[in-house]
C-alpha cells in the first residue's frame, strides 16, 4: 500500500509550472495557504480510509485551484432584473443614471474638494456640495445628507428630541422593512414616544391636546409599504402643521421614498412628494437617495435652517455621514431632476414611464431572437416599499419549460444570474425592469438554459 510520504511537499509542488501560475493569479501567500489547505484535507481523507491512494500533484493542483476560486469569488454580483419590481430592495434598489457612475468614479479614483475651500485654502464643508442643490429642488433653507433615511431618523430624533416627547399616531408605528421599526428608531434615540390616535383614525384634536404640553417634536411617518383603507381618517400635513406652530412644536416628516415627481403620472397611485410637504410647512423632512429618487443610498434631510443647524452639530452626524462617492453621485442624480431631464436620465424613471408599445417590442423581440415564448399581459410593480398594491400594465415574455421551478433556479446560477418569475408552471421575464445594455446577456443565458430545459 502507497503511504502518506509519497505526497508532494509544499515545496515541490510550488517548483511545477502550474503551481507559477496559480501564483501569478492569487499571488503567493493565497495559493501557500490553498496548498497547505489540500494537502492537510488530502492527508486526513487518507488516514481516515475516504482515500485508497494519495492522489497525484496534477490532482492536488486541480483541486488547490478550486479552492483558491472558491475563496476569491465575490458573492455580490450584478445580476439581471427581470422580475419587474422596479425598486426591488434584495437586488440593491435604484440602478443609477450614467452621469451618476460617471461623478462617483471620477471622485473616488482622486482627490477631491470634499472638504476643501478653493478660494481660501482651508477646510470646507462636505454637505455644501448638495445643500445648494436641495434648496433649488425644493426650496429648502438647509440640506444635509447621510448614510441612508434610517439614519436620518434616528439622527434628527437624536439632535432634537432626546429625552424630550415626540407626538406620533398610532397609524403610523410602522416596520419599514428588514425590523426597522418607527417606534424602536425613537426609543433608540431618546425620544419619549407619545401616542395619539388609533390604529385606523387620528384626530387634529390628538394632536393639539399632546402638544399642549411640552412637546419637542410632532412626527408624521409615511405608510411607505402598507395601505390603510375603511373606517379612517387622518388631517391634512397642512393642518398639522398650522396646529404645532400655534403650539411652538416643529413638525418632522418622514417621507421614506420621496419623489420629487408625481408618480400618478405613471398611472400609480400619488406617492407624497417633497416639494408638497415643503409646500405643508413640514420644518424639517427626510427621505431616501435610492428608492423613487433613483440615487445612490443616501437619506436626505431639508428643512429650517435652524434646526437643520443643530443636526449637523450633534456627534451622531458624523457617525452617519454620507462619503465622497455618494455625494458625488447623489449632486449629479439631483442636477437630473434640477435639468428637468429625469425621466430620460434616470433609470428608474425610465423605466417607469416606458411605454406599453415599447415594453411589448422588446418582449416580441427577444421572443422572435429565441425563436420562443409567448407575449402576455401582466404587472410590473414599483416596490422598494414604495406604493403598496400598486401595479403598471406591462407585456412578458412567458416561457414554456418543463419544471418553472427548475428553470427559475438555473436562471439564478447564470452567469449574470437572472431573476424572473413563474406562475401557473410558467417562466414570466418583465423587460420593463431589464436595463438595455444587459439585453444580449440575458438573451445568450436564455439560450443555453432553454436548450438543456
Ligand atoms: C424606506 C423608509 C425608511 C428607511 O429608508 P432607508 O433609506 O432604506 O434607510 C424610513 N422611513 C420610511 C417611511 C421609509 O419608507
Same mark, same amino acid.
Given at each position: 500500500?502507497?503511504?502518506l510520504r509519497?505526497?508532494?511537499?509544499v515545496?515541490?509542488? =510550488?517548483?511545477?509550472?502550474?503551481a507559477?501560475?496559480l501564483?501569478a493569479?492569487?499571488?503567493r501567500?493565497l495559493t501557500?495557504?490553498?496548498?497547505r489547505f489540500?494537502?492537510?484535507?488530502?492527508r486526513?481523507r487518507?488516514?481516515?480510509g475516504?482515500m485508497?491512494?494519495p492522489?497525484?500533484?496534477?490532482l492536488?493542483?486541480a483541486?488547490?485551484e478550486?479552492q483558491?476560486?472558491?475563496?476569491?469569488?465575490?458573492?455580490?454580483?450584478?445580476?439581471?432584473n427581470?422580475?419587474g419590481?422596479?425598486?426591488?430592495?434584495?437586488?440593491?434598489?435604484a440602478?443609477?443614471?450614467?452621469?451618476t457612475l460617471?461623478?462617483?468614479?471620477?471622485l473616488?479614483?482622486g482627490?477631491?474638494?470634499?472638504?476643501f475651500?478653493i478660494?481660501?485654502g482651508?477646510?470646507?464643508?462636505?454637505?455644501?456640495h448638495?445643500?445648494?442643490?436641495?434648496?433649488?429642488?425644493?426650496g429648502?433653507? #438647509? #440640506?444635509?445628507?447621510?448614510?441612508?433615511?434610517a439614519?436620518a431618523?434616528?439622527?434628527?430624533?437624536?439632535?432634537? #428630541?432626546n429625552k424630550?416627547?415626540?407626538v406620533?399616531?398610532?397609524?403610523q408605528l410602522v416596520?419599514?422593512?428588514g425590523? *426597522?421599526r418607527?417606534?424602536d428608531?425613537m426609543k433608540?434615540?431618546?425620544?419619549?414616544?407619545?401616542e395619539v390616535?388609533?390604529t385606523?383614525k387620528?384626530?387634529l384634536?390628538?394632536y393639539?391636546?399632546?402638544?399642549a404640553?411640552?412637546t419637542?417634536l410632532?412626527?408624521?411617518?409615511?405608510?411607505?409599504n402598507?395601505k390603510l383603507?375603511?373606517?379612517t381618517?387622518?388631517p391634512?400635513l397642512?393642518?398639522?402643521v398650522?396646529?404645532?406652530?400655534?403650539?411652538?412644536?416643529p413638525?418632522?416628516?418622514d417621507?421614506g421614498s420621496g419623489a =420629487?415627481y408625481?408618480?400618478?403620472?405613471y398611472?400609480l397611485?400619488?406617492?407624497?412628494t417633497?416639494q408638497e410637504?415643503?409646500?405643508?410647512?413640514?420644518?424639517i423632512?427626510? *427621505?431616501?437617495?435610492?428608492k423613487?429618487l433613483g440615487?445612490?443610498?443616501?437619506?436626505?434631510i431639508?428643512?429650517?435652517a435652524?434646526?437643520?443647524?443643530?443636526?449637523?452639530?450633534?456627534p451622531l %452626524?458624523?457617525?452617519v455621514?454620507?462619503?465622497?462617492?455618494?455625494?458625488?453621485?447623489l449632486?449629479?442624480?439631483?442636477?437630473?431632476?434640477?435639468k428637468d431631464e429625469?425621466?430620460?436620465?434616470v433609470p428608474?424613471v425610465?423605466?417607469?414611464?416606458?411605454?406599453?408599445?415599447?415594453?411589448?417590442?422588446?418582449a416580441e423581440?427577444?421572443? #422572435?431572437?429565441l425563436?420562443?415564448?409567448?407575449?402576455?399581459?401582466g404587472?410590473?410593480?414599483?416596490?422598494?416599499?414604495?406604493?403598496?398594491g400598486?401595479?403598471?400594465?406591462?407585456?412578458?415574455?412567458?416561457?414554456q419549460?418543463?419544471s418553472a421551478e427548475?428553470? =427559475?433556479r %438555473?436562471?439564478?446560477k447564470?452567469?449574470?444570474?437572472?431573476?424572473?418569475r413563474?406562475?401557473n408552471?410558467?417562466?414570466?421575464?418583465d423587460?420593463?425592469?431589464?436595463l438595455?445594455?444587459q439585453?444580449?446577456?440575458?438573451?445568450?443565458g436564455?439560450?443555453?438554459?432553454?436548450?438543456k430545459a
Open positions: 500500500m502507497t503511504n509519497s505526497l508532494p511537499s515545496e515541490q509542488m =510550488l517548483q511545477t509550472e502550474a507559477a501560475y501564483i493569479r492569487f499571488g501567500p501557500l495557504d490553498a496548498i489540500v494537502l492537510d484535507d488530502t486526513a487518507f488516514r481516515s475516504l485508497p491512494d492522489p497525484s500533484t496534477e492536488i493542483l483541486q488547490t478550486s483558491l476560486t472558491a475563496w476569491t469569488k465575490s458573492t455580490l454580483l450584478p445580476v439581471i427581470a422580475s419590481v422596479i425598486l426591488h430592495t434584495n437586488l440593491g434598489r440602478p443609477l443614471s450614467d452621469a460617471r461623478a462617483m468614479d471620477i473616488s479614483r482627490y477631491s474638494t470634499l472638504e475651500d478660494e481660501s482651508k477646510r470646507g464643508s462636505r454637505l455644501i448638495t445643500e445648494s442643490l436641495l434648496g433649488k429642488l425644493t429648502a433653507e #438647509a #440640506a444635509l445628507v447621510v448614510n441612508n433615511c439614519s431618523v434616528l439622527l434628527i430624533l437624536s439632535a432634537l #428630541a424630550k416627547r415626540v406620533i399616531s398610532r397609524s416596520e419599514i422593512g425590523g *426597522f418607527v417606534p428608531v433608540q434615540s431618546g425620544a419619549k414616544l407619545v390616535g388609533t385606523n387620528v384626530r384634536s390628538d393639539k391636546t399632546a402638544a404640553e411640552p419637542a410632532i412626527m408624521r411617518v409615511h405608510r411607505s402598507f383603507v375603511g373606517f381618517e387622518e391634512e397642512k393642518d398639522i398650522e396646529a404645532a406652530y400655534a403650539a411652538g412644536v413638525v418632522v416628516d417621507l =420629487l408625481d408618480t400618478a403620472k398611472g397611485a400619488h406617492e407624497p417633497v410637504s415643503m409646500r405643508a410647512g413640514a420644518d423632512i427626510c *427621505f431616501s437617495g435610492d423613487l440615487g445612490p443610498q443616501a437619506g436626505i431639508i428643512g429650517r435652524d434646526l437643520i443647524s443643530k443636526i449637523k452639530k450633534h %452626524a458624523r457617525a455621514r454620507a462619503d465622497k462617492a455618494c455625494l458625488a453621485g449632486s449629479a442624480t439631483l442636477l437630473h431632476y434640477l429625469a425621466e430620460r436620465e428608474i425610465k423605466m417607469m414611464s416606458l411605454t406599453l408599445k415599447q415594453i411589448k417590442g422588446r423581440a427577444w421572443a #422572435a431572437e425563436g420562443q415564448g409567448q407575449i402576455v399581459e404587472e410590473s410593480t414599483v416596490g422598494g416599499g414604495s406604493l403598496p400598486e401595479s403598471m400594465p406591462t407585456f412578458l415574455l412567458s416561457l419549460v418543463k427548475k428553470f =427559475l %438555473a436562471l439564478r447564470n452567469n449574470p444570474p437572472i431573476i424572473a413563474t406562475e408552471d410558467k417562466v414570466l421575464l423587460p420593463r425592469t431589464v438595455p445594455e439585453e444580449g446577456a440575458l438573451l445568450v436564455l439560450k443555453n438554459l432553454l436548450k
